[in-house]
Structure formats: C-alpha cells, structure tokens
C-alpha cells in the first residue's frame, strides 16, 4: 500500500481552499443530476399507479369511455395513462403550474399542462354534454342470408361497451352535462427518504470530485 501525502503552506493552502471553494460552488452538473433524478421518481409513480399510496382505482364510465387498443399488454386500465400525454409532460425547468427553473441553487422538475393540478389535488369540474355514435353507419359484419337465398340488409354499427364484465351494446348513447368530482390522484411526488438520499449522494460525490480536481495540481511525496 502506497501512502500519499500532500504537504501545502500557508499560500497554497489558501489558494487550495478558495480554488477547490469555486468547484464546489459551480453546482450545475449535480443539479442538473438531481433534476433527471426527480424525473424519474415522478414518472415511477405513474409506472406503480402511485406511491407510497396507490391511486384509487378509475369509475366504470371512465373506463368505457377510453379509446380501445390503449391498454392493450398493460394488465388493464391505466391510471392518469390513458394518452401518455401527461406522464411525457413530466420534464426538468418546464414552466407552468407545477413547475420551474434550474439556476445555481434550485432545481425543479414540472409539467406545464393546464389540467395538471386538477389530477394532483382533485377538484370539482362541469363536464359537456355527449353524443357518442359509431364512426361508421354500418357494420363490417357480412349481411345476413336470407332463405330466399338472397343477402339481407347491411347491419347498423353500434357500440360496445363492457360494464362490470359484461359487453353492451347500443346505437348511440347520451351523456348528459354533470357536475363530476375529479379525484386526487397525487403524482407530483418524492419518495422519502430515498430520493433525498439519492441527492445527498449526488452532492457527496460533487463535493468528493472537487476535491480530488484540486488537488491533482500539488505533486504528491511517496514515502
């Protein structure tokens, strides 16, 4: 094993102190390490459908009304996932209502959708008034034959919706305008004390390399 000691006076080491001072005050790398960190842990709570708490589970019309093949190989309904757009919004610096800016001492990590705090604190909202038809005026199924042997009408389109298990259908179907409670689903969250920990460890090791940068400019004296 090797000893290394490195032997400073009085000017060096106070050199040494405000050199080593300026690259730990330049906190920009661990910073910005700290805000892909937040990212991350935000977008794991969308990824758990919440934490430490998990989300409450979505109603039966909001299921119905989600455009099909979105689910498809994620074990059903997902919760605040249903387009992907707000768990993409989760970015470092944006700016909106849940959101701000890196400088030298702040980080912070947001979304800058308007509907955002509605899903974080939950809330009170009028939804509009709904006509929900089938894109199409006919199905695709075949006509039906007839025992004259000729083919009957074209088949009307309808819905098909599943409600408790069970597919219904319908020719159209109306939703009339409602006051709906939103529920809290809180997403814009950290887990403690680990995600503290983690950026404990990524300002330790700023620090540690700091350190380490400076000294590299004094030769060392092996014994």
């Known amino acids: 094993m090797i000893d290394v000691t490195v032997t400073l006076n009085d000017a060096e080491a106070k050199q040494f102190v405000i050199n080593a001072g300026r690259k730990i005050d330049d906190t920009t790398k661990p910073m910005a390490q700290a805000m892909m960190h937040m990212v991350r842990s935000v ?7 919440g934490r430490p708490v998990e989300w409450k589970p979505l109603s039966p019309l909001t299921i119905a009304l989600r455009r099909k093949g979105r689910t498809k190989g994620m074990g059903g309904p997902r919760i605040l996932r249903d387009t992907g757009t707000l768990y993409n919004s989760i970015q470092p610096g944006r700016a909106g209502s849940l959101s701000g800016v890196i400088n030298k001492g702040e ?11 509605l899903h ?4 009170l909202v009028k939804t509009p008034e709904l006509f929900i038809e089938p894109k199409r005026k006919y199905s695709k199924r075949p006509r039906k034959m007839l025992k004259s042997g000729k083919t009957g009408k074209r088949r009307l389109a309808a819905l098909r919706f599943e409600v408790d298990g069970k597919e219904v259908y319908a020719r159209s179907v109306h939703i009339p305008s409602r006051a709906a409670w939103v529920t809290a689903r809180p997403f814009m969250m950290f887990q403690i004390p680990e995600d503290i920990d983690r950026i404990q460890r990524i300002f330790d090791q700023h620090i540690g390399e700091a350190i380490k940068k400076e000294l590299e400019w004094y030769p ?3 014994y």
């Open 43 to 49: 977008r794991q709570n969308f990824l758990a459908q």
């Open 107 to 117: 980080a912070r990590v947001g979304t800058n959708l308007l509907y955002a705090p």
């Open 120 to 123: 974080q604190f939950g809330g």
């Open 220 to 222: 060392p004296r092996q």
